[in-house]
């Protein structure tokens, strides 16, 4: 019934593309942010245990509410019988399979907190599955259907859930305010610490009178699982026999704010013994463990360098229970984002950056063997159905769909068109990539996007955007807050540059830039700039704008002190004015450290090269502003004090200051503010 439901509400808005009075059907239009709110997104693809049937999310923009709506979907791994399974006025999100494939479970707020759902296949009233008095977070299903494991944000030795709400309750009721700490992390990301931490809770799934008080496997621990701010389910699992759970974990005390110590350790359901540390002398991340269907090997993401959060992701294996951990795939000059095993066992399939793209790479376990079984496009989650591989991918002419590849690679199915009607409305510029000779005579890819409606016999005004990370990628990619379509739409050709620093170009490429921000990076701007010119003459030369986030808002700062000459007006987001201060008001010291080899006190000199406070004399162009007041990773002083010089200088300038955004502009109204204030910026200073 929902499947026939859907068909017709594609045909209602095709009949309302067509003009009323002569049958003619509506031309599609320019891009926009209003556009890019209006995509559904994907996400969370899972495969029935049968392989048949898909269950995955899809979140769309509540306007009114200023936020987004997530629901539960189905889809037949052929393509057929799209049904949405949840539609209650909450959101329903990380939908997990019973193991008999007949129930559904799911995250939702419909009972005033985040619990545990679950819906039958075949539709009707969901049912409540836990009813505890804090929020859960993530949750995962034992193999063997008894057990659920919860993650809950709690007081470490707090004992019960309750315990920790009564804890709050007392908070909130006092008159106290101040908040004390004796050690780092103070807070993180967007929040303020408090000294609640994730830990994981195991319950029977049935729940009951008799299932008694979920068990907290992580008693008294001073760490996270899943890590904070973005961490996951995937960073615990249960063992094959449900009886011990495997967990990644920072343990390291004090050093918690420059260490990226990850560990594994393997914990008793019951939780009556203490966690075990399963990974000894290890000192820089491990994450992500997952059994093969088997149960005789532990599959896992490693870094070898302490202390660097961008070093390469490699595969590694343990042989269950006692072995040790060895890499599979040290020869591969990639970096791994997932571990997905096959049925058999001898495949893991993971997905990574490489060129310009993120494909998906199917591993043999036996040699460590990697083949590229997708091309273009970035894919985003992996499902094993049957003797097919379910995955989402996205690109810069569409977000995230369902496509369906035989394990063993060959042409791929789409099967979702869940965006087919709004991408139908718009007109977008078509993308191409090309190379060219940067720092070092390497070679360096840069993406074109060609404005809407494009021709060669115009010129058009240019928008240079610069990625932040800096161990990042502008690749092809249908991105939420900086979409290349955006500034198509509005009549601009768009350069994107994956300078040295840029992740799947090997590591080498992406350790070039630690102790050289401010060069390597920028003859590679330089060059690629040039090169974008002299290979595309409809590039008007005298109206480019530069913008970028993070470190790309460092770099529009530096650039502005030491290569202004290009540009028309510059914009930053989020970007550092002065990197020795920067030191001391962010919260993850492990970053800064690595990149200047060193704190402050003990190498100077790192934090003074290549620091845009000290070029602010030649600051002339005129430079939009724009920070979050949450952000405590480039904090909003940062963006104030540049705004500050700026205005002192007589410099145009403008600051646009959101007081509820962190790093990044995530809620829908502000989406739009932002995006009109930087088109509009742009259109000010290079528009004819």
């Keep these: ?105 799911f995250l939702s707020g419909r009972s005033d907190s985040s619990q545990v759902w679950k819906i039958s296949v075949d539709g009707g009233e969901a049912e409540q599955v836990t009813d505890l008095p804090l929020d859960v977070e993530t949750f995962k299903l034992s193999p063997d259907g008894k057990l659920l494991a919860v993650t809950i944000d709690v007081f470490p030795g707090a004992g019960k859930p309750a315990d920790t709400k009564k804890r709050l309750d007392e908070i909130k009721e006092s008159k106290r305010t101040g908040k004390v700490y004796d050690q780092l992390l103070i807070r993180h990301w967007d929040s303020w610490k408090d000294g609640r931490r994730n830990h994981i809770f195991v319950m029977p799934v049935a729940g009951g009178a008799d299932a008694g008080e979920p068990v907290d496997v992580m008693k008294g621990m001073k760490t996270d699982v899943p890590s904070k701010p973005f961490g996951g389910a995937e960073e615990y699992t249960f063992t094959p026999n449900s009886r011990q759970i495997v967990f990644s974990a920072k343990v390291v005390g004090r050093k918690e704010a420059w260490s990226t110590q990850f560990d594994l350790f393997v914990v008793n359901v019951d939780g009556r013994s203490k966690p ?109 159905a049957g003797d097919r591989i379910v995955y989402g991918m ?194 993850e010291l492990w970053f800064p450290e690595w990149e200047r080899s060193g704190t402050p006190w003990a190498n100077p000199d790192a934090y003074t090269h290549h620091n845009p406070i000290d070029h602010i004399g030649k600051w002339c162009k005129p430079t939009l502003i724009i920070h979050g007041g949450k952000d405590y990773r480039v904090v909003d002083v940062q963006g104030i004090s540049a705004f500050t010089a700026l205005q002192r200088k007589g410099v145009k300038s403008r600051l646009i200051y959101f007081p509820d955004e962190n790093h990044w502009v995530l809620k829908p109204h502000n989406s739009i503010q932002w995006h009109e204030e930087v088109i509009g910026w742009l259109n000010k200073y290079l528009k004819k």
């Design 276 to 384: 075990k540390k399963i990974t000894p002398g290890n000192r820089a991340v491990i994450t992500n463990p997952a059994f093969s269907p088997d149960g005789k090997t532990l599959a896992c993401l490693a870094m070898v360098r302490a202390g660097y959060e961008a070093d390469r992701l490699r595969i590694a294996l343990m042989n269950w229970p006692n072995g040790k951990l060895k890499m599979l795939t040290e020869h591969w000059d990639r970096s791994a984002h997932a571990i997905v095993w096959s049925k058999d066992g001898k495949t893991i399939y993971t997905h990574a950056d490489h060129l310009g793209q993120h494909p998906l790479f199917a591993v043999k376990v036996a040699g460590g063997n990697v083949k590229q079984l997708t091309r273009k496009g970035k894919v985003t989650e992996i499902a094993v």
């Design 394 to 587: 996205c690109h810069h002419q569409s977000p995230v769909e369902l496509y369906s590849i035989k394990a063993a690679g060959g042409a791929s199915k789409q099967i979702t068109h869940i965006n087919g009607p709004q991408l139908a409305a718009v007109k977008m510029g078509d993308s191409e990539q090309f190379t060219f000779k940067g720092w070092n005579d390497d070679t360096v890819y840069c993406y074109v996007v060609k404005p809407v409606d494009f021709s060669p016999k115009k010129k058009y005004p240019v928008a240079f955007l610069i990625h932040g990370g800096p161990q990042g990628s502008f690749g092809n990619d249908f991105h939420y807050r900086w979409n290349p379509q955006v500034y198509t739409g509005a009549g601009y050709a768009v350069i994107m540059v994956d300078f040295h620093a840029s992740t799947g170009y090997g590591q080498d490429f992406t350790d070039a830039i630690n102790n050289h921000w401010g060069d390597r990076p920028v003859e590679d701007l330089q060059k690629g700039l040039a090169a974008a010119l002299k290979k595309y003459p409809w590039m008007d030369a005298n109206r480019i704008g530069a913008l970028g986030a993070s470190y790309g808002g460092y770099m529009i700062n530096w650039i502005h002190g030491v290569w202004n000459e290009p540009f028309k007006c510059l914009i930053c987001h989020d970007g550092n004015i002065d990197e020795r201060m920067a030191y001391y008001d962010t919260e």
């Design 1 to 105: 019934m929902l499947s026939l439901i859907i068909v017709v509400s594609v045909l209602a808005f095709l009949l309302l593309m067509l003009d009323a009075g002569g049958g003619k059907t509506v031309k599609p239009h320019p891009f926009s942010v209003h556009d890019l709110l209006a995509m559904d997104r994907i996400s969370d693809a899972n495969a029935s245990p049968d392989g048949r049937t898909i269950a995955f999310c899809t979140r769309k923009t509540d306007l009114e509410k200023n936020r987004g709506k997530i629901d539960v979907w189905l889809v037949d791994s052929d393509g057929k019988n799209l049904r949405r399974l949840t539609s209650h006025a909450s959101s329903s999100h990380s939908p997990r399979w019973s193991s008999d494939g007949k129930m559904v479970y």
